[in-house]
């Protein structure tokens, strides 16, 4: 049999188009020549998702998504096919994950995680669905903080470069050499013949001789404790009435002195009676002086008993 031009060009033509079916689908990641099965998944948002995408199981890519459908009745519901090469049966409760998209591409791939219910889901069953936290919307709020941390921190900035003028700054200098002389001070004082360091050590004395006379010093806290304890058996009691009399009575007599009562009373009080006390004193006085000066007027000797005049 003759195989004619135009039966060659033919199955040429065939073989071509048939590689390039081949070829596209195993660029989109698809096999024409394994059967697959499909399932459904619903997300509300598949931002970067797209098809052709990978479906992984535990890491090793077991399909493909096939188609991503609109449903125009329900805006907030998007269709995705995926189709899956290896014959895997799914338990009830698997979950398909939509993996948040990579930073560099923001492509997204959907995780299978298996699930541990009852029973097994068929192919053309929809699968419950679960949406990765993007990591945009981590990183969205600590970029709003910065930004306003980074507002406040230039408004400080400028504050402080209204308050840090030159005299401020003259100041602060001040200051830093001020704490400079003061460190410097401190540390001469903690040198071994410093002031500091040698009060140190006399205290560390006075510690160690305190430790030393314990003794002693507990013998004498012991002697004051009996001390104590003998004040407080005595009469303190009866003394303090004793004098609180005492007291009484001298309040009592004073008070008739001023009151004039009594001799000592009169005296202090009544001017006649220290007058005449005076003048009685004086008359005596000069009694006293005249029989000193003229003792025959008043005394009478005679040897012979003959009188004198």
Known sequence: MKITREFKIGFVAVVAVALAIWGINY???KNIFTSTDQYYVEYSNVKGLVENAAVYLNGYKVGNVDKIEF?????????????LEEKIRFRKNTVLLLKSGSIISGTKDIDIIPGDGDGY????DTLPSS???ELTDLIDPIRIKIESLISTVDTVMLALSDIMNEQTRRNL???ISNLNSATASLKSSLQPSGSLSQSLDNFEQITENLKKNN?????LLKNFSDISDTLKQAELKVLIAN???TFAKTTELFTKINNGEGTAGQIMSNDSVYNNLNHALSSLDSLLIDLREHPKRYVHLSVFGKKDK
């Not at 449903?71 to 189709?83: A, K």
């Open 27 to 29: 660029l989109k990641g």
């Open 121 to 124: 889901y068929a192919p053309g």
């Open 215 to 219: 003794e002693n010093i507990s013998s």
């Open 71 to 83: 449903d125009s009745e329900n805006t907030t519901r998007i269709l995705v096919r995926i189709s």
């Open 173 to 175: 200098q001040g200051t």
């Open 131 to 133: 949406l990765q936290t």
């Open 243 to 245: 004098a609180s009399e």
